[in-house]
């Protein structure tokens, strides 16, 4: 097998997993406006938060141990590890008879979740270089996104039509069989030559200071790209049910066009990063992110809202394949697994602790008001971004 299709091979093996993986963490989001009209499991918005804080300790534990552990040449079994957890998590989900047992089981998908980007993002790392280094971070991102817009598009058809278990049933099933078909994916991508250099490269153990060294400049912008997924993902279904009165179907197909946009922006970021560069794809992206999360906050206009969640969509997930790629340039490869489970983590930390906070704030001032928040913030990171890359602390290549 020749190294370009090892390469295509691996790559497709990863994206199967990263669609997977993100599909799966969509799933429980957006069904929770049914389980908090029913008042059943979810009573309040701030039990959302609580919810995505637990989360947050497991998943840090987990990437932490997982950066240190994980060695590059056993990575397929990893990402069936991922899929393995995350199935049967789902699967126990449904088995749900208070809050509490909901919290347990939904540690089981962040336990299981936690494996994919400190290994899959480090392995892509490992392979693409230069120019297929953007391509092949805006493919695996893309498929995430493909994950999460299937996810969005059935989710609330399955609920309408057969409860909110019929979701968790399927995404649990695709991920076992995603273990099977994973492995299948990605068999002989790995040469025994490349086993040996991973063993030699691998004695060393990696420097999780130098990793912190090499990815701190990049913590706000990280930051924002957890919390605004977070915000996003936990809250959006809750502003168009209630708020705006939107029905499971249609909040999911709204829902489904924000992540289309994001995909088609993430398949397309090499040829965006190409005639934009890097650093000025993110402040284009933090611009656009700005006005679609205040319109979001502020607008009652329907056409209107659809348009900001489209344009935030094509902004967000131009950020993160950009990202990936500065870090990766930025990082030793010896620290890559334990440099990107370090980003996924600071990446967590924005998602869950803003998560928590939002449920709290909505509560508090209407479920509107994460994204005003959110818009503020960009506003933040913008001015930090434009300071770093006058410093000369932004990489290209």
């Not at 059935?154 to 049933?169: C, E, H, N, Q, R």
Request: proline fraction near 3%.
């Amino acid at each position: 097998m020749t190294i370009e299709k090892r390469k295509r091979k691996m790559l497709a093996a990863v994206a199967l997993h990263h669609a997977c993986n993100d599909g799966s963490v969509v799933t429980l989001p957006a069904i929770i406006p049914v389980l908090f009209t029913e008042q059943s499991l979810i009573k309040e918005y701030s039990d959302i938060g609580t919810m995505m804080m637990f989360g947050l300790v497991i998943a840090i534990v987990a990437q932490a141990l997982i950066g240190h552990f994980a060695k590059t040449r056993h990575t397929r079994y990893y990402l069936a590890l991922d899929a393995l957890l995350v199935g049967i998590s789902l699967l126990l989900l449904t088995l749900s008879r208070n809050y509490m047992m909901l919290v347990l089981f939904y540690a089981g998908i962040r336990l299981g979740t936690s494996i994919y980007h400190p290994v899959g993002i480090s392995w892509v790392s490992h392979s693409f270089k230069g120019n297929s280094l953007d391509k092949a971070m805006g493919i695996q991102s893309a498929f995430g996104n493909i994950g999460v817009l299937l996810a969005f598009t059935s989710t609330g058809f399955l609920v309408d039509a057969y409860g909110w278990k019929m979701p968790l049933y399927t995404w649990g099933t695709i991920n076992l069989l995603a273990v099977i078909i994973g492995l299948a994916m990605s068999a002989g991508t790995i040469s025994s030559e490349e086993i040996v250099q991973h063993k030699e490269a691998e004695k060393k153990p990696a420097s999780w200071p130098q990793a912190f060294r090499d990815i701190g400049v990049f913590v706000p912008m990280i930051l924002l790209g957890g919390l605004a997924w977070g915000i996003m993902l936990n809250y959006s279904p809750s502003l168009l049910n209630h708020r705006l009165g939107m029905s499971m179907s249609k909040t999911g197909m709204i829902l489904g066009g924000w992540m289309c946009a994001g995909t088609i922006s993430a398949l397309m970021y090499g040829k965006i990063a190409s005639a934009l560069t890097r650093k000025w794809t993110l402040i284009t992206a933090y611009i656009t992110m700005t006005a679609g999360a205040l319109v979001l906050g502020l607008a009652h206009s329907l056409p209107l809202i659809v348009t900001a969640f489209v344009l935030f969509g094509l902004a967000l997930f131009a950020t993160y394949p950009s990202m990936l790629s500065i870090i990766s340039v930025a990082m030793d490869p010896k620290n890559r697994t334990a440099g990107f489970a370090l980003t996924a983590n600071i990446y967590i930390i924005g998602n869950s602790i803003f998560a928590y906070l939002s449920g709290h704030i909505s509560d508090s001032f209407g479920i509107q008001a994460p994204f005003i928040l959110l818009g503020g913030l960009t506003l933040l990171v913008i001015s930090y971004t434009m300071i770093i890359i006058r410093k000369g602390r932004l990489q290209e290549r």
